[in-house]
């Protein structure tokens, strides 16, 4: 009987979501390019470990049905840059507001 996390971190990707999370990634990685670029800001380290997560969760979701196993490690790893960004949060928030 398999398990719930099997079945959600190694099921069949969905190409839908991979789209959403492809496009949420590029318009946070176009929100910070404009506010650094144009707008002179300091670059918020949070947007891209978010950008980053959503990159890989997108790149994920993408994949075809038989690469079950690289979209598994890919979730994998998104998870653990989005679960990384909450730990230094609250362990030492000042490096993710420089």
Known sequence: MPSIIDET?????????????????????GQQAYYVILKEATLYY???FIGAGMALSGIAESLPKSRRRASGALRLTAIAVLAG????GFVRPELLLL
Do not use: D, H, M, N
């Open 9 to 29: 971190v190694f099921g069949e990707p969905s190409r839908r979501l991979g789209l959403v999370f492809l496009c949420g990634a590029l318009l946070i990685a």
């Open 85 to 88: 960004i909450l730990v230094i």
């Open 46 to 48: 949070a947007t891209l």
